[in-house]
Each structure stands twice: as C-alpha cells, then as structure tokens.
C-alpha cells in the first residue's frame, strides 16, 4: 500500500513539472464546439443609468448566447478591475472582456493575459498601451464623432446669433477615452465659429451628484454662461437641478447639450429644458458574445467595431415619438 501512494506521489509531481515546462499560454484548455464558452467580464461601475443598462444588456446577451458569463463589478477602482482580470486569467477563462475606467496602467495585467492565451476585449472604452497587439479589439462608441455632433448641434443653435456665446463644459471621468474624445471632437467642431468660447470646464465624474456640484461653481464663478455641455446625462440632470434652483430657465435660459441619451434625458428633451442629447448606446451585449464566440473559436475579429448612433434635438419634428430607451 505504501509503495502505491509512493508510486502517486511520484506522478503528480511529475504531471505538475510537465505543466510548468510547458510554454506559456499552453496550458489552457482549447474550446470545442460542445464545450460552453467562459467570458470574464469586467465592469467599471454602477456610476449612471448608461453603465447600469450597459450591465444589463452584457448579461442578458450572454443568456441569450449560452456564454458562462464570470462578471466583476470593480466599484469604479481600476484595481479591482486588474483584480479581476488576473481572477479570469487563474481560472483560464476562453475570453476576457473589460471597460476600462481609465486608459492607462493595464500593460502589466493585460501582457499576463496574453501570456497565458486569452484574449482581451476592450468595451465600451480604450486603453493606452505600449504593445497595442495585448488588446485584441474594441466594441463601443465613437466619442470623438459624439463631441462633433454636439458642436455641429450648437453651430446650428446659434444661427443668427451675434455672440459671444460662452460655454461651461462639465466633462466625464478624466483620463477616461469618453472624456478626452467628446471634448476633442467638440472643440474641433466649434474653433471654427470665432463666437463659441469654452469659458469653463470641470469633470463630473459622469455622476449625477458631482453635475450638481460642478454646476453651482459655474454659475458661481463662469459669469454669463449661454451653453452648458455635459458629457453625460447623468451630470446633465444633476446640472438642472441647481440651475432651476438659480431661478434659470433649463433648454431657455441656457442652451444645454447632453451626451448618452437615458429616458431621464429625452423626457427632459421633450419638455424643452435639455436642447440636445447627443445618443451613446449602452447596448453592447450582443456584440461583445458575438465576437467572443469568434475570438474563442480561434478566429480573427475587427480590431475596432463601431455602435451605430444618432442624435436627437429639439429641431427634430418627431421628438415627442422617440421609444423608450431602455436605460
Ligand atoms: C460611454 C461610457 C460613459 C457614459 C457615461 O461609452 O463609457 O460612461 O457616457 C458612463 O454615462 O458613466
């Protein structure tokens, strides 16, 4: 008996030596077509209704697919983000997808998630890396092209208006791929209308308590202030609530253009007191299985897939038909 247990102990080490020679990224269990896709996924946060209906639509999209879905919420700290991608990596996930809260400090995690053959999805937003090939793709807006429709808006807005007209912005999480890219394609949009002047910008966070916030400086401190644009609905409601306790007119008094479109925000539209929602769909679900399978199967996907999106004002007739957004 004791030279059978001898005679085990002997093969499991033997076993787990063979496992550690392997090279790296070759231990990992290959996919079949029996076999249930595991997809970890890491979100940022509960930060606004976009977020919490971007959570929504990535677990019942991995319902609908049969995809195993191990999903994190990291609370809005990039460590528990790299937390969690290092939990998928241990338990040898077939994919890892993430929104990473900011864009830089994921070269470390993201290189022992490629050592270890998984594939990485950026959703939702980007990432800033030294060795580009750690990220296999994205899937989420295009920002930059968010801000320009909202400078194409106001250009519009102000036709006939003698100016100047100034602008306090109240933008997202800083460093964030959102914040940097809506405040880009907007400023390059209305630099070219000498009248426009961003005469404060202040981050929110993208929470709806911090719009509130920023806002009560900048009517304390921005004097006259024609236009506020916010980079997400969130802060924008949060805005309107102390500018209505100021005794000013929201979408009247002020021209407001907001970013995301939550049913909060198109009510609001509806009424008249927000003139803009430039549309940032939450609804990546469906595509980010879809790409998954792919990438599982062991096949290529596009390194960047775009979400189809709109804008909505109050120059549209049908403004009052818009459906309900679901977030
Ligand atoms: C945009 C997303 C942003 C939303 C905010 O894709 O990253 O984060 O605009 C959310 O509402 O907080």
């Given at each position: 008996m004791k030279r059978l247990a001898v005679l085990f102990t002997i093969l499991a080490v033997l076993a787990a030596a063979l496992l550690l020679l392997?090279?790296?990224?070759?231990?990992k269990r290959q996919p079949d077509a029996e076999h249930q896709i595991i997809l970890g996924f890491s979100q940022l946060g509960s930060e606004s209704g976009w977020r919490i209906g971007n959570t929504r639509s990535v677990i019942a999209a991995a319902e609908r697919a049969g995809v195993q879905l191990m999903f994190k919420n990291a609370e809005q700290k990039q460590e528990n983000q790299i937390d969690a991608i290092r939990s998928f990596i241990a338990y040898q996930v077939d994919v890892i997808a993430f929104a990473p809260i900011?864009?830089?400090?994921?070269d470390n995690v993201l290189r022992e998630a490629k050592d270890a053959g998984i594939p990485v999805i950026c959703s939702d937003r980007s990432v800033t890396l030294?060795?580009?090939?750690?990220?296999t793709g994205f899937v989420g807006s295009d920002f930059y092209q968010e801000g320009v429709r909202a400078g194409e808006y106001l250009i519009k807005k102000i036709a006939g208006v003698t100016g100047p007209v100034r602008i306090a912005e109240i933008s997202?999480?800083?460093?964030?791929t959102p914040m940097r890219d809506r405040a880009q394609g907007f400023r390059d949009t209305i630099e070219?209308?000498?009248?426009?002047?961003?005469v404060y910008s202040e981050s929110g966070d993208f929470l709806r308590s911090k719009g509130k916030e920023v806002m009560v400086d900048v009517l304390a401190t921005?004097?006259?202030?024609?236009v506020l644009y916010s980079h997400n609905d969130s802060m924008t409601l949060g805005a309107i609530e102390t500018i209505e306790q100021h005794g000013i007119v929201p979408g009247k008094d002020i021209i407001i253009i907001s970013v995301d479109g939550e049913q909060g925000a198109i009510d609001l539209l509806k009424q008249g007191k927000i003139n803009c929602v430039v549309e940032c769909t939450p609804m990546l679900g469906d595509v980010i299985m879809t790409l998954a399978r792919r990438l599982a199967q062991g096949e290529t996907i596009d390194r960047v897939t775009y979400s189809q999106e709109t804008v909505f004002t109050d120059f549209d007739e049908d403004m009052l038909s818009i459906p309900p957004r679901g977030y």
């Open positions: 392997l090279p790296k990224g070759t231990q900011v864009e830089d400090g994921w030294e060795d580009e090939s750690l990220i997202g999480t800083l460093d964030s070219k209308d000498a009248r426009c002047q961003v921005a004097g006259e202030v024609d």
